[in-house]
């Protein structure tokens, strides 16, 4: 089992940037991913990284967010810049694998992070 615990959000005006982290402990996985749902949609994933540190990415972020982890500290990051007011939603961190060429979430998650965009 793994426990996740989010944090780093935030309200910020459209343009701004915010930093998530991703804190685990008990049993690492070899994929980490965040997902996003804002209200009335569904949860959508984000981004994801393994721990060889490949990444990918929801088109919708691409070239404005990055995950990353330090492996050593247990944790996932998400920085996200250039924010637009339909960012805003409850951020999730979730582990999962890397499989066929995609990410694979289990049914770990944390609480949650809201992260509000003004425009």
């Known amino acids: 089992q793994v426990q996740l615990v989010e944090s780093g959000g935030g309200l910020v005006q459209a343009g701004g940037s915010l930093r998530l982290s991703c804190a685990a402990s008990?049993?690492?996985?070899?994929?980490m991913g965040w997902y996003r749902q804002a209200p009335g949609k569904q949860r959508e994933l984000v981004a994801s990284?393994?721990?060889?540190?490949?990444?990918n990415y929801a088109d919708s972020v691409k070239g404005r967010f990055t995950v990353s982890r330090d492996n050593a500290k247990n944790t996932v990051y998400l920085q996200m810049s250039s924010l637009k007011p339909e960012d805003t939603a409850v951020y999730y961190c979730?582990?999962?694998?890397?499989?066929?060429?995609?990410?694979?979430?289990?049914?770990?998650w944390g609480r949650g992070t809201q992260v509000t965009v003004s425009s």
């Open positions: 990284i393994t721990n060889g540190l490949m990444t």
């Open positions: 979730n582990a999962g694998m890397w499989r066929s060429g995609k990410y694979v979430s289990f049914d770990y």
């Open positions: 008990g049993r690492s996985y070899n994929a």
